[in-house]
RNA sequence: GCGCCCUUAGCUCAAUGGUAGAGCGUUCCCUUCACACGGGAAAGGCCGAAAGUUCGAUCCUUUCAGGGCGCACCA
């Protein structure tokens, strides 16, 4: 006799949405609902999707390696942990928010703030409600009852009480430095978010005056109005000019003092072996000048437009052209030679980035400061110690040297953003004359602060908003109208979402440090290493013992997926058509740690067809057999042959059990998904069928139990890959079980199932 | 410039110090009472090139070629 429910062909459609429910109402997402013998704890902190749209493959991933490790870790017994979230993102969400705006025909500058942010918070919700459905339809079994968002309340005290803390200690300061301005979106952006490109350059050498003696080599002569020295090598062809300054009257219409300086960064061999230094408009330019008192003059300003003099006005470019060809009719242009050259551009909006000095709050790296322990240490140096000790591993390995090696390389942070969808910068101002001997213009109605920005007015940092001027005793004060970059709150992410700054809070106690950080690997820098500053910090330990990182979810040809060319293969669309299971399959066969993932609409169909066939052997077994089979083991008489069979199942759990411990997932599925149809279905399911046509009771009840014992570890080991379909398998072979022996055994979950045992 | 990765079946990719696998595709046979979303059979790979280590290498080492990526203040 079949169950009723297995008469039918599988029906993914109608099986996963009612399937989740029961999950859900059964509560055991939830580690506090756990029956008692979860005990040790295991934790995952989702990595915060955007809330700017709708969750793509590489979410996706994501979810089925998170949900796999939490669902095996949960049958063994683990009292698990998977908190969910979403993330405000920013610059992202704000130029969406924008582009938005400008179809509705409104432009960001007539709203108020609140009014915009009102707007962006309106967007990021509808964005968060599709997200949180698209994670419930990929099977993912996180808690929901504790779901976080990196701007909300609580994230938002956290964010206070961090910034805070780390002024106080001087790691957070704010200062006039050369910073990354992006004049197409208007603000800063971290050294991370620049990107180089690689174009095609010229490299002009000229001499700023006849008077001159050395030519200079550029490829930005639009620059060369706010050289203030020249820098050549101690040794080189130039040196008896070291110490000289020039003035020079009239360079295309602007005056020039030029001092000539010695620095051993020089290179001889290239252009010849001079360097203009642009103090304002490089960022090497302004460490050469800082080591020698060199003046610094600004020539461009945030709309990268030349900022006074003659070429006011003018566009970097165009002041590009004329610059040369004034200096063509002067006679003192020497050539110009093609050369590739690597331009910075803006990862988000696309735009040139100018380097230019601001005033802006940094978080400083190198900067000792005093442990708790009273050891000193910087927080560069954190970072390093949390791999460089084992107390954090990256999986895979090779990751460790790139992440090092991107330490050594990073320079301060600056975390301050002109833009407004964000946490607002808790700093207040106090205007008043009397507080400050700079007059400011202020728009009360943008809340921005128009100019001069002054170190002179001194910031007033706040938890919360101060009742007056400790000062001056004046009510009223103004915030500082920036934001914080994204990743200053994602780096909190694994504290700030467990009750932190709260310090008893029973969840920080319980579950951090977190088990696994599960991420891409295109984001090791934004933020596993800033989740690593920021825990080493203020918790003074790790935030996760192991990072797994996934890599990009490619097309069929390798390609990376975008909208251009037209390639998405969108994860939705997919569990509409194939359902969550083979979807989730695709995503991780053929996924090792840390390369990318090639998918095509055909190999998720291939596993599709791979749940049809676990349907119909359970459907067999199901046939020909009273139960599943059940823990106590094997009866003692099983034939010989299905001794065999057990053996090569208990072979089958070690591997599998092996590769989930090693964080091979891509070899668990594999194994699973080779025996289930090319042993299980294939060998031992062919070869029954002649036992089953036979006389022999003995041998007919020895494989009767034997594959119900097969169906049940497969069905066991299967789960945390293929959900949906083991749970309704489960329930239906444990109906059939309990029909039989009275109503009084209510089911059980598979998803609270205890992992076989390994012999 | 520094560093990392990849090169395996027609395509996209796994695995492994000792007979090489998956998905899709190709050829032939089979509607047999779990499944045609199926079964059976087959074709197809000197595992990028060369040298070395080893009893033995696709796997380890070195060099080279091609591709990809990360980082970087070549003015």
């Known amino acids: 006799m079949l169950p009723e429910r297995l008469e039918k062909p599988y029906d993914f459609r109608e099986t996963e949405e009612r399937i989740y429910k029961k999950w859900e109402e059964s509560g055991y997402f939830n580690p506090d609902n756990l029956p008692p013998r979860h005990k040790e704890p295991f934790s995952i902190i989702m990595p915060p999707p955007n809330v700017t749209g709708i969750l793509h493959m590489g979410h996706?991933?994501?979810?089925?390696?998170?949900?796999?490790?939490?669902?095996?870790?949960?049958?063994?017994?683990?009292?698990?942990?998977?908190?969910?979230?979403?993330?405000?993102?920013?610059?992202?969400?704000?130029?969406?928010?924008?582009?938005?705006?400008e179809k509705e025909g409104i432009r960001k500058r007539d709203l108020t703030r609140d009014e915009f942010f009102k707007r962006a918070e309106q967007f990021a919700q509808e964005s968060h409600d599709t997200i949180v459905n698209q994670v419930r339809k990929m099977g993912a079994s996180v808690d929901w009852s504790r779901e976080a968002f990196t701007l909300d309340k609580k994230r938002s005290l956290a964010v206070r009480t961090a910034f805070k803390r780390m002024y106080e200690e001087g790691l957070i300061y704010r200062g006039n430095r050369i910073v990354n301005w992006d004049p197409k979106g208007q603000t800063t952006i971290s050294d991370d978010e620049v990107e180089h490109k690689e174009t095609k350059g010229k490299l002009y050498t000229f001499k700023y005056s006849h008077d001159f003696p050395i030519p200079i080599a550029t490829t930005r002569p639009e620059t060369k109005i706010g050289d203030t020295g020249v820098a050549v090598h101690p040794n080189g062809k130039w040196k008896e000019y070291i110490g000289k300054q020039f003035m020079i009257k009239d360079f295309v219409g602007y005056e020039l003092n030029i001092k000539i300086i010695a620095d051993e960064s020089v290179d001889e061999g290239f252009g010849t072996g001079a360097v203009g230094l642009t103090p304002a408009h490089s960022q090497t330019d302004w460490?050469?000048?800082?080591?020698?008192?060199?003046?610094?003059?600004?020539?461009?300003?945030?709309?990268?437009?030349?900022?006074?003099g003659p070429l006011e006005g003018k566009k970097t470019l165009e002041a590009r052209e004329e610059i040369v060809e004034w200096l063509k009719k002067n006679n003192l242009f020497e050539k110009e030679e093609e050369m590739v050259q690597n331009i910075s551009v803006a990862e988000r909006s696309g735009g040139t980035i100018e380097p230019l000095p601001k005033l802006q709050w940094f978080i400083a790296v190198n900067k000792e400061f005093t442990k708790e322990d009273g050891g000193k240490t910087t927080l560069k140096k954190l970072m390093r110690e949390a791999v460089e000790s084992g107390a954090i591993k990256i999986i895979p390995e090779r990751f460790e040297k790139i992440y090092y090696h991107w330490i050594d390389n990073l320079r301060d942070w600056c975390i301050s953003r002109q833009i407004l969808y964000g946490h607002q910068i808790p700093v207040w101002y106090c205007l008043l004359s009397t507080c400050t001997d700079k007059e400011i213009m202020y728009n009360p109605q943008t809340n921005r602060m128009v100019v001069p920005r002054s170190e002179k007015i001194k910031p007033?940092?706040?938890?919360?908003?101060?009742?007056?001027?400790?000062?001056?005793?004046?009510?009223?004060?103004?915030?500082?109208?920036?934001?914080?970059?994204?990743?200053?709150?994602?780096?909190?992410?694994?504290?700030?979402?467990?009750?932190?700054?709260?310090?008893?809070?029973?969840?920080?106690?319980?579950?951090?440090?977190?088990?696994?950080?599960?991420?891409?690997?295109?984001?090791?820098?934004?933020?596993?290493?800033?989740?690593?500053?920021?825990?080493?910090?203020?918790?003074?330990?790790?935030?996760?013992?192991?990072?797994?990182?996934?890599?990009?979810?490619?097309?069929?040809?390798?390609?990376?997926?975008?909208?251009?060319?037209?390639?998405?293969?969108?994860?939705?669309?997919?569990?509409?058509?194939?359902?969550?299971?083979?979807?989730?399959?695709?995503?991780?066969?053929?996924?090792?740690?840390?390369?990318?993932?090639?998918?095509?609409?055909?190999?998720?169909k291939g596993y599709k067809h791979f749940g049809n066939k676990l349907w119909n052997i359970a459907r067999f077994i199901l046939l020909h057999t009273e139960e599943m089979g059940d823990e106590s083991g094997q009866p003692a008489t099983l034939a010989l042959k299905d001794k065999e069979y057990i053996a090569e199942m208990e072979n089958l759990i070690r591997d599998v059990t092996?590769?989930?411990?090693?964080?091979?997932?891509?070899?668990?599925?594999?194994?699973?998904?080779?025996?289930?149809?090319?042993?299980?279905?294939?060998?031992?399911?062919?070869?029954?069928?002649?036992?089953?046509?036979?006389?022999?009771?003995?041998?007919?009840?020895?494989?009767?139990?034997?594959?119900?014992?097969?169906?049940?570890?497969?069905?066991?080991?299967?789960?945390?890959?293929?959900?949906?379909?083991?749970?309704?398998?489960?329930?239906?072979?444990?109906?059939?079980?309990?029909?039989?022996?009275?109503?009084?055994?209510?089911?059980?979950?598979?998803?609270?199932?205890?992992?076989?045992?390994q012999s």
């Not at 998170?66 to 017994?77: A, K, L, N, T």
């Not at 009292?79 to 969406?96: E, F, N, V, Y």
């Open 287 to 308: 460490h050469i000048a800082e080591k020698n008192n060199l003046p610094i003059k600004q020539v461009i300003n945030g709309h990268a437009k030349i900022n006074s």
């Open 60 to 101: 996706a991933a994501m979810l089925v390696i998170e949900d796999i490790m939490i669902r095996s870790e949960r049958m063994r017994g683990k009292k698990t942990l998977w908190l969910p979230g979403t993330d405000h993102a920013a610059i992202a969400t704000q130029s969406k928010v924008e582009k938005i705006l």
């Open 460 to 604: 007033i940092v706040s938890i919360e908003k101060p009742e007056g001027c400790p000062r001056c005793g004046v009510k009223e004060l103004h915030q500082d109208p920036d934001t914080l970059d994204t990743w200053f709150s994602s780096g909190l992410w694994t504290f700030s979402t467990l009750g932190w700054p709260d310090k008893n809070s029973l969840d920080l106690k319980n579950y951090h440090p977190t088990s696994v950080l599960e991420t891409g690997y295109d984001i090791l820098f934004f933020w596993v290493a800033r989740m690593i500053l920021m825990s080493e910090y203020f918790l003074g330990e790790v935030p996760f013992k192991t990072v797994y990182l996934h890599g990009l979810v490619r097309d069929a040809k390798g390609q990376k997926m975008s909208k251009s060319i037209g390639n998405i293969v969108d994860p939705i669309d997919m569990i509409a058509k194939y359902g969550a299971d083979a979807t989730r399959m695709s995503l991780v066969i053929g996924a090792p740690a840390g390369s990318d993932i090639s998918l095509s609409e055909d190999k998720i």
């Open 658 to 757: 092996e590769a989930l411990a090693s964080y091979r997932f891509h070899i668990a599925g594999e194994a699973l998904y080779h025996y289930v149809w090319h042993t299980l279905a294939d060998k031992i399911i062919e070869e029954s069928k002649a036992v089953f046509a036979g006389d022999d009771e003995l041998l007919k009840k020895s494989r009767a139990q034997t594959l119900g014992t097969l169906l049940r570890n497969s069905l066991l080991m299967l789960h945390p890959f293929m959900p949906f379909i083991t749970e309704e398998l489960w329930s239906i072979a444990q109906k059939k079980d309990s029909g039989e022996t009275g109503e009084t055994n209510k089911p059980k979950l598979l998803i609270i199932e205890s992992w076989p045992h």
